[in-house]
């Protein structure tokens, strides 16, 4: 059983930078698969972003080039870094996790855990 926990959503001018963080409770953290998806208002949860056990990372035609994301096994936490900020990434962020690998880490089905997630509002 893994929980997880999301921090560092806040309210950001468009062009501005927020930095979220999932910290990750319950054993082999490194052997996990972790995601980033996000969901607006009225919409279906988007996949943001992915690292997998490995290291290998997956980014949403949207974000590229303006998010990263990364990991510190140690601390079991995983980090997205948003940056060039745009009012439509307005949404409230949640990490996701699933154990070792999957054929598909931007499908939210292939995970089995969630954060509760946490509200990004980027003004303009």
């Known amino acids: 059983q893994v929980q997880l926990v999301e921090s560092g959503g806040g309210l950001v001018q468009a062009g501005g930078s927020l930095r979220l963080s999932c910290a990750a409770s319950g054993r082999s953290f490194s052997s996990y698969t972790m995601g980033w998806f996000r969901q607006a208002p009225g919409t279906d949860r988007e996949f943001v972003a992915a690292i997998t056990w490995r290291g290998f990372t997956y980014f949403g035609e949207s974000v590229k080039g303006r998010f990263t994301i990364s990991r510190d096994n140690a601390k079991s936490t995983v980090y997205l870094q948003m940056n060039s900020l745009k009012p439509e990434d307005t949404a409230v962020y949640f990490c996701?996790?699933?154990?070792?690998?999957?054929?598909?880490?931007?499908?939210?089905?292939?995970?089995?855990?969630w954060g509760q997630g946490t509200q990004v509002t980027v003004s303009s």
């Open positions: 996701a996790a699933v154990y070792l690998a999957v054929t598909a880490p931007m499908k939210r089905g292939e995970y089995n855990y």
